[in-house]
Protein backbone atom coordinates (compact mmCIF):
# COMPACT_ATOMS: atom_id res chain seq x y z
CA UNK A 1 0.00 0.00 0.00
CA UNK A 2 1.40 3.60 -1.02
CA UNK A 3 0.05 5.97 1.31
CA UNK A 4 2.16 8.88 0.37
CA UNK A 5 1.49 10.91 -2.78
CA UNK A 6 5.35 11.57 -3.14
CA UNK A 7 6.78 10.70 -6.56
CA UNK A 8 7.94 6.58 -6.86
CA UNK A 9 11.11 6.03 -9.71
CA UNK A 10 10.39 2.50 -11.04
CA UNK A 11 12.99 3.21 -13.88
CA UNK A 12 16.67 2.00 -14.10
CA UNK A 13 17.74 4.66 -15.89
CA UNK A 14 16.64 7.58 -13.42
CA UNK A 15 18.61 5.44 -10.40
CA UNK A 16 20.95 8.66 -9.50
CA UNK A 17 24.55 8.52 -9.43
CA UNK A 18 25.84 7.14 -5.84
CA UNK A 19 28.66 6.50 -4.02
CA UNK A 20 28.24 3.63 -1.08
CA UNK A 21 30.40 4.17 2.00
CA UNK A 22 32.97 1.44 1.84
CA UNK A 23 31.97 -1.53 4.29
CA UNK A 24 35.77 -2.09 4.97
CA UNK A 25 36.92 1.24 5.33
CA UNK A 26 36.70 2.87 9.09
CA UNK A 27 35.23 6.27 9.08
CA UNK A 28 38.55 8.16 9.37
CA UNK A 29 38.90 6.53 6.00
CA UNK A 30 41.62 3.92 6.91
CA UNK A 31 40.89 0.18 5.32
CA UNK A 32 40.00 -2.87 7.16
CA UNK A 33 42.11 -5.73 6.46
CA UNK A 34 41.54 -8.24 9.63
CA UNK A 35 38.95 -10.13 11.33
CA UNK A 36 40.47 -8.46 14.05
CA UNK A 37 40.01 -4.53 13.29
CA UNK A 38 36.34 -5.64 11.53
CA UNK A 39 35.20 -6.80 15.24
CA UNK A 40 37.22 -4.51 17.60
CA UNK A 41 36.86 -1.10 15.21
CA UNK A 42 34.53 -1.49 12.08
CA UNK A 43 31.84 -3.49 13.17
CA UNK A 44 31.18 -1.84 16.66
CA UNK A 45 31.59 1.75 14.62
CA UNK A 46 28.98 0.72 12.07
CA UNK A 47 26.48 -0.49 14.34
CA UNK A 48 26.44 3.17 16.61
CA UNK A 49 25.75 4.65 13.29
CA UNK A 50 22.77 2.52 12.63
CA UNK A 51 21.63 3.34 15.99
CA UNK A 52 22.16 6.90 15.90
CA UNK A 53 20.90 7.49 12.12
CA UNK A 54 18.27 4.75 11.88
CA UNK A 55 16.71 2.09 14.32
CA UNK A 56 18.01 4.24 17.70
CA UNK A 57 19.82 2.72 20.76
CA UNK A 58 17.96 -0.43 22.66
CA UNK A 59 17.69 -1.02 26.29
CA UNK A 60 18.85 -4.18 27.72
CA UNK A 61 17.22 -7.16 29.15
CA UNK A 62 15.50 -6.77 31.91
CA UNK A 63 16.69 -8.54 35.01
CA UNK A 64 13.65 -10.26 36.04
CA UNK A 65 12.24 -11.44 33.19
CA UNK A 66 10.48 -14.86 33.51
CA UNK A 67 8.05 -17.23 31.31
CA UNK A 68 5.23 -19.02 32.16
CA UNK A 69 3.82 -21.84 30.32
CA UNK A 70 -0.05 -21.44 29.42
CA UNK A 71 -0.20 -24.93 27.78
CA UNK A 72 1.76 -27.53 25.93
CA UNK A 73 -0.45 -30.37 23.73
CA UNK A 74 1.82 -33.43 23.16
CA UNK A 75 0.37 -34.48 19.98
CA UNK A 76 -0.11 -31.30 17.53
CA UNK A 77 -0.04 -31.65 13.77
CA UNK A 78 -1.51 -35.00 14.09
CA UNK A 79 0.93 -36.64 17.04
CA UNK A 80 3.77 -35.64 15.01
CA UNK A 81 4.88 -32.14 17.22
CA UNK A 82 4.74 -31.00 20.70
CA UNK A 83 2.41 -27.45 20.84
CA UNK A 84 3.68 -25.31 23.24
CA UNK A 85 2.22 -21.64 24.37
CA UNK A 86 4.44 -19.91 26.81
CA UNK A 87 4.11 -15.97 27.96
CA UNK A 88 7.22 -14.27 28.71
CA UNK A 89 7.22 -11.37 31.37
CA UNK A 90 9.82 -8.16 31.21
CA UNK A 91 9.31 -8.09 34.54
CA UNK A 92 8.42 -9.81 37.90
CA UNK A 93 4.90 -8.71 38.80
CA UNK A 94 1.75 -10.58 36.87
CA UNK A 95 0.78 -7.38 34.77
CA UNK A 96 4.45 -6.41 33.69
CA UNK A 97 4.89 -6.00 30.06
CA UNK A 98 5.01 -9.52 27.86
CA UNK A 99 4.64 -11.39 24.85
CA UNK A 100 3.13 -14.60 23.83
CA UNK A 101 5.23 -17.30 22.01
CA UNK A 102 3.69 -19.88 20.40
CA UNK A 103 6.24 -23.11 19.72
CA UNK A 104 6.02 -26.09 17.43
CA UNK A 105 8.73 -28.63 18.07
CA UNK A 106 8.88 -31.79 16.15
CA UNK A 107 9.28 -34.81 18.96
CA UNK A 108 12.45 -35.92 19.00
CA UNK A 109 14.81 -36.60 22.46
CA UNK A 110 17.25 -34.02 20.90
CA UNK A 111 17.14 -30.70 21.01
CA UNK A 112 15.99 -28.43 17.95
CA UNK A 113 16.92 -26.06 15.47
CA UNK A 114 14.28 -23.76 15.20
CA UNK A 115 13.06 -20.78 12.68
CA UNK A 116 12.09 -17.65 14.89
CA UNK A 117 10.06 -15.03 13.55
CA UNK A 118 7.37 -12.18 14.05
CA UNK A 119 3.96 -12.41 13.05
CA UNK A 120 2.15 -9.89 11.29
CA UNK A 121 -1.61 -11.08 12.99
CA UNK A 122 -1.59 -12.20 16.00
CA UNK A 123 -0.17 -16.04 16.64
CA UNK A 124 -3.31 -17.26 15.89
CA UNK A 125 -3.05 -16.38 12.57
CA UNK A 126 0.05 -19.06 12.29
CA UNK A 127 -2.63 -21.61 12.20
CA UNK A 128 -5.91 -23.44 11.76
CA UNK A 129 -5.00 -25.01 14.96
CA UNK A 130 -8.37 -24.52 17.21
CA UNK A 131 -6.05 -24.77 20.44
CA UNK A 132 -3.91 -21.36 20.18
CA UNK A 133 -5.18 -18.30 22.22
CA UNK A 134 -6.56 -15.67 20.09
CA UNK A 135 -4.69 -12.74 20.94
CA UNK A 136 -6.60 -9.88 22.47
CA UNK A 137 -3.89 -7.24 21.17
CA UNK A 138 -5.02 -4.61 19.02
CA UNK A 139 -5.12 -5.54 15.24
CA UNK A 140 -5.48 -3.66 12.10
CA UNK A 141 -8.98 -4.17 10.97
CA UNK A 142 -9.45 -6.64 7.90
CA UNK A 143 -11.93 -6.27 4.88
CA UNK A 144 -13.11 -9.04 5.36
CA UNK A 145 -14.10 -8.58 9.26
CA UNK A 146 -11.75 -11.35 10.97
CA UNK A 147 -10.46 -8.35 12.85
CA UNK A 148 -13.40 -6.15 13.47
CA UNK A 149 -13.21 -3.02 16.17
CA UNK A 150 -9.62 -3.39 16.56
CA UNK A 151 -9.76 -7.28 18.07
CA UNK A 152 -9.66 -10.45 16.32
CA UNK A 153 -12.52 -12.73 15.91
CA UNK A 154 -12.54 -16.28 15.45
CA UNK A 155 -12.31 -15.87 11.58
CA UNK A 156 -9.06 -14.50 11.91
CA UNK A 157 -7.56 -18.50 12.94
CA UNK A 158 -5.17 -19.35 10.18
CA UNK A 159 -5.27 -15.95 7.80
CA UNK A 160 -2.01 -16.06 7.63
CA UNK A 161 -1.45 -19.66 7.41
CA UNK A 162 0.19 -20.07 3.38
CA UNK A 163 2.87 -17.77 5.22
CA UNK A 164 3.91 -20.08 7.87
CA UNK A 165 3.83 -23.78 6.14
CA UNK A 166 4.55 -24.99 10.02
CA UNK A 167 4.05 -29.35 8.63
CA UNK A 168 6.89 -28.95 6.75
CA UNK A 169 9.20 -27.16 8.74
CA UNK A 170 8.42 -29.11 11.66
CA UNK A 171 8.81 -32.70 8.91
CA UNK A 172 11.99 -31.50 8.07
CA UNK A 173 13.25 -31.83 11.49
CA UNK A 174 13.45 -27.68 12.72
CA UNK A 175 10.75 -25.90 15.36
CA UNK A 176 9.17 -22.59 14.84
CA UNK A 177 8.42 -20.12 17.38
CA UNK A 178 6.41 -16.67 16.57
CA UNK A 179 5.10 -13.73 18.49
CA UNK A 180 2.58 -11.18 17.41
CA UNK A 181 4.94 -7.67 16.31
CA UNK A 182 1.68 -5.82 17.70
CA UNK A 183 2.57 -7.44 21.76
CA UNK A 184 5.90 -5.19 21.61
CA UNK A 185 4.14 -1.78 19.96
CA UNK A 186 0.97 -1.88 17.83
CA UNK A 187 1.67 -0.59 14.44
CA UNK A 188 0.46 2.70 14.21
CA UNK A 189 2.03 6.22 14.41
CA UNK A 190 0.38 6.26 18.52
CA UNK A 191 1.27 2.62 19.07
CA UNK A 192 3.95 3.88 21.38
CA UNK A 193 2.23 4.86 24.00
CA UNK A 194 0.98 1.27 24.77
CA UNK A 195 3.88 -0.47 23.26
CA UNK A 196 6.83 -1.14 25.41
CA UNK A 197 8.68 2.00 24.58
CA UNK A 198 6.48 3.33 27.04
CA UNK A 199 5.27 -0.09 29.33
CA UNK A 200 8.70 -0.87 30.14
CA UNK A 201 9.54 2.10 31.41
CA UNK A 202 13.50 2.35 30.92
CA UNK A 203 16.07 5.13 31.15
CA UNK A 204 16.07 5.33 27.61
CA UNK A 205 12.30 6.57 27.38
CA UNK A 206 13.22 9.54 28.36
CA UNK A 207 14.94 10.27 25.47
CA UNK A 208 13.03 10.76 22.20
CA UNK A 209 15.06 9.40 19.61
CA UNK A 210 15.88 6.70 22.04
CA UNK A 211 14.56 3.74 19.78
CA UNK A 212 11.72 3.31 17.46
CA UNK A 213 9.03 1.07 16.42
CA UNK A 214 11.46 -1.38 14.71
CA UNK A 215 13.79 -1.54 17.59
CA UNK A 216 11.26 -2.39 19.45
CA UNK A 217 10.16 -5.32 17.22
CA UNK A 218 13.81 -6.22 17.46
CA UNK A 219 13.86 -6.11 20.99
CA UNK A 220 11.37 -8.54 21.39
CA UNK A 221 13.50 -11.05 19.13
CA UNK A 222 16.60 -11.14 21.32
CA UNK A 223 13.84 -11.77 24.71
CA UNK A 224 12.50 -14.48 22.28
CA UNK A 225 15.73 -15.32 22.18
CA UNK A 226 16.76 -15.57 25.46
CA UNK A 227 13.22 -17.54 26.32
CA UNK A 228 14.64 -19.83 23.75
CA UNK A 229 18.04 -20.06 25.43
CA UNK A 230 16.49 -21.58 28.80
CA UNK A 231 14.21 -24.27 26.87
CA UNK A 232 15.90 -27.50 26.90
CA UNK A 233 13.93 -28.65 23.67
CA UNK A 234 15.69 -25.69 21.99
CA UNK A 235 18.89 -25.93 20.97
CA UNK A 236 19.96 -22.13 20.66
CA UNK A 237 22.97 -22.53 18.93
CA UNK A 238 21.16 -23.12 16.24
CA UNK A 239 18.20 -20.85 15.68
CA UNK A 240 17.48 -19.11 12.50
CA UNK A 241 16.17 -15.56 12.31
CA UNK A 242 13.29 -14.70 9.82
CA UNK A 243 11.30 -12.08 8.93
CA UNK A 244 8.88 -10.84 6.17
CA UNK A 245 8.98 -7.18 4.76
CA UNK A 246 8.87 -4.48 8.04
CA UNK A 247 9.29 -7.53 9.96
CA UNK A 248 12.20 -8.87 7.52
CA UNK A 249 13.45 -5.08 8.48
CA UNK A 250 13.10 -5.77 12.14
CA UNK A 251 14.71 -9.05 11.95
CA UNK A 252 18.00 -7.80 10.01
CA UNK A 253 18.16 -5.35 12.85
CA UNK A 254 17.50 -8.17 15.61
CA UNK A 255 20.49 -9.88 13.45
CA UNK A 256 22.88 -7.41 13.42
CA UNK A 257 22.70 -5.79 17.43
CA UNK A 258 22.24 -9.97 18.36
CA UNK A 259 24.94 -12.21 17.73
CA UNK A 260 23.43 -15.31 19.25
CA UNK A 261 21.07 -15.40 16.21
CA UNK A 262 23.07 -18.32 14.07
CA UNK A 263 21.49 -17.30 10.94
CA UNK A 264 19.34 -14.36 9.66
CA UNK A 265 16.35 -14.41 6.61
CA UNK A 266 15.39 -11.31 5.04
CA UNK A 267 11.99 -11.95 2.97
CA UNK A 268 11.59 -8.86 0.73
CA UNK A 269 12.38 -6.55 3.70
CA UNK A 270 13.10 -3.31 0.98
CA UNK A 271 13.72 -0.09 2.49
CA UNK A 272 15.07 0.35 5.68
CA UNK A 273 15.85 -3.68 5.31
CA UNK A 274 17.99 -5.30 3.03
CA UNK A 275 17.89 -2.62 -0.23
CA UNK A 276 19.79 0.41 -0.64
CA UNK A 277 18.56 3.50 0.14
CA UNK A 278 20.74 5.71 -2.44
CA UNK A 279 18.83 3.96 -5.33
CA UNK A 280 16.02 5.78 -4.12
CA UNK A 281 14.14 2.84 -6.45
CA UNK A 282 10.84 2.04 -5.03
CA UNK A 283 10.12 3.03 -1.95
CA UNK A 284 12.73 5.87 -0.45
CA UNK A 285 13.52 6.94 2.66
CA UNK A 286 10.94 10.27 2.62
CA UNK A 287 8.18 7.58 1.55
CA UNK A 288 8.99 5.23 4.74
CA UNK A 289 8.70 8.26 7.16
CA UNK A 290 6.09 9.69 5.61
CA UNK A 291 4.40 6.47 5.70
CA UNK A 292 5.42 5.22 9.18
CA UNK A 293 6.59 8.03 10.83
CA UNK A 294 6.53 5.70 14.21
CA UNK A 295 9.11 3.15 12.79
CA UNK A 296 12.73 5.00 12.74
CA UNK A 297 14.50 7.38 15.24
CA UNK A 298 13.75 11.17 14.24
CA UNK A 299 16.91 11.51 12.77
CA UNK A 300 16.56 9.50 10.30
CA UNK A 301 13.76 11.75 8.72
CA UNK A 302 16.78 14.56 8.18
CA UNK A 303 17.72 11.95 5.19
CA UNK A 304 14.44 12.55 3.10
CA UNK A 305 15.53 13.09 -0.06
CA UNK A 306 18.88 13.67 1.30
CA UNK A 307 20.28 9.78 1.22
CA UNK A 308 23.31 10.92 0.42
CA UNK A 309 24.42 12.39 3.85
CA UNK A 310 23.73 9.10 5.31
CA UNK A 311 26.89 7.84 7.11
CA UNK A 312 25.80 4.54 6.39
CA UNK A 313 23.74 2.50 3.64
CA UNK A 314 21.96 -0.85 3.99
CA UNK A 315 24.69 -3.26 2.51
CA UNK A 316 26.36 -1.98 5.90
CA UNK A 317 23.48 -3.12 7.69
CA UNK A 318 24.04 -6.73 6.26
CA UNK A 319 27.61 -6.80 6.77
CA UNK A 320 26.40 -6.83 10.39
CA UNK A 321 25.59 -10.52 10.17
CA UNK A 322 29.09 -11.94 9.13
CA UNK A 323 30.30 -14.02 9.36
CA UNK A 324 26.79 -15.81 10.20
CA UNK A 325 24.80 -17.78 6.98
CA UNK A 326 22.49 -14.63 5.56
CA UNK A 327 19.40 -15.11 2.95
CA UNK A 328 18.62 -11.96 0.95
CA UNK A 329 15.13 -12.83 -1.17
CA UNK A 330 13.06 -10.92 -3.68
CA UNK A 331 10.28 -10.96 -5.66
CA UNK A 332 9.34 -9.93 -8.98
CA UNK A 333 6.58 -8.17 -8.93
CA UNK A 334 7.96 -6.43 -5.73
CA UNK A 335 9.80 -3.24 -7.02
CA UNK A 336 8.02 -1.09 -4.16
CA UNK A 337 11.04 -3.25 -2.40
CA UNK A 338 13.68 -2.64 -4.99
CA UNK A 339 14.83 -6.00 -5.75
CA UNK A 340 18.24 -4.75 -7.89
CA UNK A 341 18.96 -2.83 -4.78
CA UNK A 342 18.82 -5.77 -2.27
CA UNK A 343 21.12 -7.91 -5.19
CA UNK A 344 23.65 -5.08 -4.91
CA UNK A 345 23.65 -4.74 -1.11
CA UNK A 346 24.19 -8.52 -0.67
CA UNK A 347 26.91 -7.96 -3.13
CA UNK A 348 28.75 -4.67 -1.84
CA UNK A 349 28.59 -6.46 1.88
CA UNK A 350 29.87 -9.56 0.38
CA UNK A 351 33.68 -8.74 0.79
CA UNK A 352 32.92 -8.84 4.98
CA UNK A 353 32.54 -12.61 4.51
CA UNK A 354 35.55 -12.87 2.41
CA UNK A 355 37.78 -11.05 5.19
CA UNK A 356 36.73 -14.32 7.20
CA UNK A 357 37.34 -16.51 4.89
CA UNK A 358 34.31 -17.53 3.30
CA UNK A 359 32.50 -17.54 0.35
CA UNK A 360 29.82 -15.05 0.99
CA UNK A 361 27.21 -14.24 -2.30
CA UNK A 362 30.30 -15.54 -4.73
CA UNK A 363 28.30 -13.96 -7.76
CA UNK A 364 28.40 -10.31 -9.00
CA UNK A 365 25.27 -10.59 -11.70
CA UNK A 366 21.73 -10.73 -10.60
CA UNK A 367 20.38 -14.20 -10.79
CA UNK A 368 17.41 -14.66 -13.17
CA UNK A 369 13.85 -15.41 -11.53
CA UNK A 370 13.69 -18.50 -9.45
CA UNK A 371 17.21 -19.19 -9.55
CA UNK A 372 18.92 -19.17 -6.08
CA UNK A 373 22.48 -18.06 -5.86
CA UNK A 374 25.10 -18.12 -3.02
CA UNK A 375 27.43 -19.64 -0.17
CA UNK A 376 27.12 -18.41 3.23
CA UNK A 377 25.24 -15.30 2.11
CA UNK A 378 22.18 -16.56 -0.35
CA UNK A 379 19.94 -14.97 -2.78
CA UNK A 380 17.21 -15.53 -5.18
CA UNK A 381 14.34 -13.10 -6.20
CA UNK A 382 11.26 -15.48 -7.22
CA UNK A 383 8.17 -14.86 -9.24
CA UNK A 384 5.25 -12.90 -8.29
CA UNK A 385 4.43 -10.48 -5.93
CA UNK A 386 5.25 -9.18 -2.14
CA UNK A 387 4.80 -12.21 0.12
CA UNK A 388 6.59 -15.59 1.60
CA UNK A 389 5.61 -18.12 -0.04
CA UNK A 390 6.41 -22.10 0.13
CA UNK A 391 8.97 -21.16 -2.91
CA UNK A 392 11.07 -19.23 -0.56
CA UNK A 393 10.72 -21.71 2.64
CA UNK A 394 11.87 -24.24 0.25
CA UNK A 395 14.94 -22.13 -0.24
CA UNK A 396 15.53 -21.58 3.79
CA UNK A 397 14.73 -25.30 4.76
CA UNK A 398 17.68 -25.85 2.03
CA UNK A 399 19.96 -23.35 3.11
CA UNK A 400 19.94 -24.38 7.00
CA UNK A 401 20.45 -28.04 5.79
CA UNK A 402 23.45 -27.11 4.38
CA UNK A 403 25.15 -24.17 6.52
CA UNK A 404 23.50 -25.49 9.80
CA UNK A 405 24.21 -28.75 10.29
CA UNK A 406 24.00 -30.37 13.35
CA UNK A 407 23.06 -33.45 15.34
CA UNK A 408 19.87 -34.05 13.56
CA UNK A 409 20.84 -34.04 9.95
C1 LIG B 1 4.83 -1.32 2.96
C2 LIG B 1 6.09 -0.59 3.32
C3 LIG B 1 7.26 -1.50 3.13
C4 LIG B 1 7.03 -2.85 3.75
C5 LIG B 1 5.60 -3.35 3.61
C6 LIG B 1 5.20 -4.52 4.51
O1 LIG B 1 3.71 -0.52 3.01
O2 LIG B 1 6.19 0.54 2.52
O3 LIG B 1 8.43 -0.88 3.61
O4 LIG B 1 7.41 -2.84 5.07
O5 LIG B 1 4.70 -2.37 3.86
O6 LIG B 1 5.57 -4.63 5.68
O7 LIG B 1 4.42 -5.34 4.00
Redesign the pocket.
Known amino acids: ??LSTLPVNYDEHKVPAYTLPDVLTTPDGQPVTTVGQWLTQQRPATLALFKEHVYGQMPSRPTSMRSVVRSVNENALNGVAICKQVTVLFGTPDEAPGMDVLLYLPKTDQSVPIFAGLNFSGNHCVSNDPGITLSTRWLPNTEGGEVTNNRATEDARGMEASRWPIDEIVRRGYGVATVYYGDLEPDHPEGWQTGIRTTLKTELNQAETAWAAIGAWAWGLSRLMDYLETDPAIDASRVILHG????G?AALWAGATDERFAMVISNNS???GAALARRCFG?TVA??NT??PHWFVDRFKTYNDNENALPVDQHQLLALIAPRPLYVASAEEDA??DPTGEFLSAKEADRVWNLFGRQGLGVSVMPRVNQPVGHTVGYHIRSGP?DITTYDWAQYLDFADRLLPGPIH
Do not use: Q
Open positions: MTHSRLKGEGEHINFWAH
